[in-house]
C-alpha cells in the first residue's frame, strides 16, 4: 500500500489488520518522520485527530496554511505538493473539496492518506465507524445497519455501505427520497420509524448544507420530525442499539439535542476511534512503504 | 484545582505556590502531554508565551484555527471541545471575546486556563504582575500600586486590585473619570500628577480601543497630557518605584514612548514572568488534576 | 556572526564552511532551542523548508499568525519581536514585503535569518543556489552563469551575480530590457538564443508579477517565445548544462512546461538543498552566538 485514497486501496485482511492494530497500545515510531496535513477544507475532527495520532507517534507534522503559500502566486497543487517530496516529507495528509483530486497527483513519489475528497470519500472516517460497531457487537456479521440522512452528498454513505456488505452486515436507509442514489432499491428503503424497530445501528448522517448550492429542502424542524432521531424514535429502539454520526452535528435536525450524549449514542466515542485508526494508518503506511529513516536522528 | 477561569479558582496558598515555583528551574513532564489552544481574539503575548510555556514542558500543544474549522459549519464551542476531550487532550488554554464564555462549557470533563474573557478575567495575566512585584519587592505588603488608565475595559485591573489588596498592598486609582468603575471611592482616586510622587508601581492599563466600539474620547496627545505618564511624571517618580504596563503599549499615548525601555520599565521583564507563571500553572494542573498519561510514550 | 540579512554578513570562508557542513549528516542540537518564523508574505518553499530544517535540528518553531496577533492592536513589528526576545527565543527567522525592515530592528538583542526583504535580499536562497551548482560541477571557477528574467524584480539576482564573480563564475544576462538594472553593461547582455548555447548553468528567474503594480508587459506566450527557455532552445544547451529555478515556476512562461521536471532541471534539488543550507546556517548562528541553553531540559 502506497495510498491510502479509498477504502479499495485497502484489502479485507488490511482492513482487519488496520482495526487490529488500532486498539493495541501505541509507540513512538523509532527513526525521523514527518507528515504533512493539507486541508483545503475547514475540519476539526479530522484535522486534530491526525495531528493526535502524529504527535503520539512521534511524528513532526507541518501545518499547510493554502492561504499564505505560494498558491497564493498560482502555483498549482502539483508543484507545491512536489515540493514538500522534495523536502523529504514522509507523508501527506490532504483533505481538498475537489473529488478525486488525487487523480492529477499521480506524478509523485510520496504517499497521500486521503482525509476527504469534495462528495467523494474519506477512508479512515469508514475505518473508524468500523471500529466503532466491532468494538461494540464483536463482529460486523448479520448487524443491521441503518444508514440515514443525506446519502447523495455523504462521503461516506456509500463506501461504508459497501464494506459492510463485503464484512456481512445487512445495510438499509431512511431519509428523504431526494437524497436516495439510484442504486439504492425499494426493499433498501425504510422510514425512520421502520428504521429505528430494526436497526443495531442507526448511522445518522451530516447535513451537508456546504455543498446543496444554498437550497434548503425543509425548515430544521420538519426534517427532524420526518426523517431526523427524535426522542420519541429513539424510545423505540432496540435495548442494545447504538447511535452513530460523523459529526459535527446538526443538534435538533439529525438527531434531537438530548442524545447527542445519551447513554447509546457513541458520537464521542467514533471521535476517540478516530485517532486510533489514524495511527494505525499512518504506521502501516510508513513501515510498509520503505520511507527514508534518518537514522541518527531521534 | 480543575479550573483556572479567575483568580478566584485559586487560594491564597496555591497563589504563593505557584508564584514560588515559577522562579524555580523547569524540567519537562514525564509522560506525553497535549494542550489545546484556542485563541479566539488577537493575541501576541499570550498566545506565544503559553506556546513556549508549553514546549519548555515538553507538552504537544494543537493550535486551534477557529476560521478553518467545523466552527464555521456552525458546530458549537462546547461541540468543539466535547471534541478535543475525547481526542485525549490533557488541558485546554483559551481565550475568547465573551466574557464568562467557559459557563456554557460546564459539561466538560477537562480543565480550562482561561487566557481572557473578554472585558472579564486573565488570571495569568494577574499571576505575572504578582510575580513582578514580588521579585522587585520581595513582598507585595504595604506596596502602594497606581492603577492608571482605563480601569472599566481591562480584564486585570479589578483582578489585580482585589488581590493585591487581599495580599497587603494599598490601591490607588488615576484616569479618566468616565473610565472608573462606580465601586471606586473617591479617595482611592489620584491625578496622575498625585501618583507618580506616591506611588511604588504605577501599573498602567493600555487603552482598549477595540472594546470602546470606536467612541474616541481624546486625541492621543491630550489623553498623554492628561492621563499618561510621560517623560516629565517620569522624572517625579519615586527612586525605586517601577513601571508596568500589559501591553501593547500605546507608545507616545499610555507612556512616552522612551519610557518603555526605560530603566525602571518591567515591561519586556512582565513579558519574561508571562513564561515562568504560565509554566507554573500548566505543571500544576496536570499533576494535581490525575491527568491521563500515556506512561509507554515518553 | 550575529545576523543573516544579507550575504554580505557572511565572509566567503563563511560561505563555504556552510556549504561544506551543508552535505554533512546532520543530528539535533544539544540542548533547547526556540525559533520565531514570521512570515508577512506568502511563502512555501521558504517556510518549509526553514521548519524542516528546525525539525531536523529539534528546535521548537513558533509559526508567528501575523493577522491573529497583536499586530491587529497596532502594535509595532520592533514590540512584537522584542516581545518574541523577552520569551527566550533563540532566533528569528523573517519574510517581510519591505526592503531592509531590519534596520528598524536594530535594538533588538536577538539574530535574525532574512528569508526575504521585499526585493532585496534572500540569502538563504543564494546559498542553496550556490550549492547546487558546487554539487554539479565541482567548483564556481570558471563557471558560466546565464541569469535569465525579471532581473530587476529579483531578490536574489543581484546578489548571486555578486558571489558568483566572488567566486570566479562568468556572469552573463538574458530578458527583457526593461528589466535590466542600469549597472548592467551591454557585453554582458545576451540573447536566449545565445545564452543557451553558452551557459553552464542557466538561472531562470520568476516574474515576479505581484511586485509589477499590475502592469503586465507581455501575454504569456509571447514572453516565453521571447525569453523563455523553449523546448527548442532547451535542445540547444550543452551537454552538461544545467537548469535552475527558484520556484514557483510559471510553467510555460519562464520555460516549457516539460523542462520542469527534465532530466538538466535542477529545480526540486534546489527545493532538497534549501533545507541542507538552512539546516547548515541555523546550526552555525545557534552555535556561533553563545544562546541560552536550557541545559535541564533535552
Redesign the interface.
Known amino acids: 500500500m502506497r495510498q491510502l485514497r479509498t477504502l479499495n486501496d485497502l484489502s479485507i485482511t488490511e482492513i482487519n489488520y488496520l482495526l487490529t492494530q488500532a486498539e493495541k497500545?501505541?509507540?513512538?515510531l523509532n527513526g525521523?518522520y514527518?507528515a504533512?496535513n493539507l486541508?483545503f477544507e475547514?475540519?476539526?475532527?479530522t484535522?486534530?485527530?491526525f495531528?493526535?495520532a502524529e504527535?503520539?507517534l512521534?511524528i513532526?507534522k507541518?501545518?499547510?496554511a493554502a492561504q499564505?503559500?505560494?498558491?497564493?502566486?498560482?502555483?498549482?497543487l502539483y508543484?507545491?505538493l512536489?515540493?514538500?517530496?522534495?523536502?523529504?516529507?514522509d507523508l501527506l495528509v490532504i483533505r481538498h473539496p475537489q473529488a478525486r483530486y488525487y487523480q492529477e497527483l499521480e506524478?509523485l513519489n510520496i504517499p497521500i492518506i486521503n482525509a476527504g475528497d469534495g462528495a467523494g470519500d474519506h477512508p479512515t472516517q469508514s475505518l473508524l465507524d468500523l471500529l466503532t460497531m466491532k468494538q461494540e457487537f464483536g463482529t460486523l456479521l448479520g448487524l443491521h445497519v441503518v444508514i440515514a440522512g443525506d446519502i447523495l452528498h455523504s462521503r461516506v454513505a456509500n463506501t461504508n455501505a459497501k464494506i459492510l456488505e463485503q464484512l456481512g452486515a445487512r445495510v438499509s436507509y431512511a431519509g428523504p427520497a431526494e437524497w436516495m442514489p439510484p442504486h439504492i432499491s425499494a426493499k433498501q428503503l425504510l422510514t425512520m420509524d421502520e428504521a429505528v424497530k430494526q436497526a443495531d445501528v442507526m448511522m445518522m448522517l451530516r447535513i451537508q448544507?456546504?455543498r446543496h448550492d444554498g437550497k434548503a429542502f425543509w425548515s430544521k424542524q420538519s426534517y427532524h420530525n420526518r426523517f431526523g432521531l427524535t426522542e420519541e424514535r429513539e424510545q423505540k429502539m432496540l435495548p442494545h442499539a447504538i447511535i452513530m454520526h460523523p459529526?459535527?452535528?446538526?443538534?435538533g435536525v439529525e438527531l434531537a439535542d438530548s442524545l447527542?450524549?445519551a447513554e447509546r449514542s457513541r458520537i464521542?466515542?467514533q471521535?476517540?476511534n478516530?485517532?486510533l485508526v489514524r495511527q494505525s494508518v499512518l504506521k502501516y503506511l510508513l513501515e510498509t512503504k520503505g520511507a527514508k529513516r534518518?537514522e541518527?536522528?531521534?
Open positions: 497500545p501505541i509507540a513512538p525521523f514527518t504533512a486541508f475547514a475540519s476539526t475532527r484535522k486534530y485527530s495531528e493526535m504527535a503520539k512521534g513532526h507541518f501545518d499547510f499564505a503559500s505560494s498558491l497564493e502566486k498560482g502555483e498549482s508543484d507545491t512536489k515540493t514538500f517530496e522534495s523536502f523529504g516529507t506524478g448544507t456546504e459529526a459535527p452535528v446538526n443538534r447527542v450524549e464521542f466515542k471521535v476517540q478516530g485517532v534518518y541518527n536522528i531521534v
